[in-house]
């Protein structure tokens, strides 16, 4: 088993920063692919960013390109996600995920651990 804990949600302004963070315990954490998901009200959950074990490889969705970086600390067992230019369209609870196998992010139901999630929200 692995556990999961976002940090770092919040309510900021369009046009500013938030950092989460993802702590995980219980199994190496190297050996998981970590990846952020996100789901607004009314939408269903969608992918982010991923970044491979070592944190040499990572991959965002379209909709946060150039905005989102994905990093990671194999010493602290963390995973961030570094949030700038944020829109009114980014407001989800945003999910910590881990899995793994890089090919099961092309499949949201296939990814074995989740977080319980953190709230963000961005006015306009």
């Known amino acids: 088993q692995v556990q999961l804990v976002e940090l770092g949600g919040g309510l900021v302004q369009a046009g500013g920063s938030l950092r989460l963070s993802c702590a995980a315990s219980?199994?190496?954490?190297?050996?998981?692919?970590m990846g952020w998901f996100r789901q607004a009200p009314g939408k269903e959950r969608e992918f982010v960013a991923r970044?491979?074990?070592?944190?040499?490889?990572?991959y965002y969705a379209d909709s946060v390109k150039g905005r989102f970086t994905i990093s990671r600390d194999n010493a602290k067992n963390t995973v961030y996600l570094q949030m700038n230019s944020l829109k009114p369209e980014d407001t989800a609870v945003y999910y910590c995920?881990?899995?793994?196998?890089?090919?099961?992010?092309?499949?949201?139901?296939?990814?074995?651990?989740w977080g319980q999630g953190t709230q963000v929200t961005v006015s306009s």
């Open positions: 970044i491979s074990w070592s944190g040499s490889s990572t």
């Open positions: 995920a881990a899995d793994r196998k890089l090919s099961d992010y092309s499949n949201m139901k296939q990814i074995d651990y």
């Open positions: 219980g199994r190496t954490f190297s050996n998981y692919v």
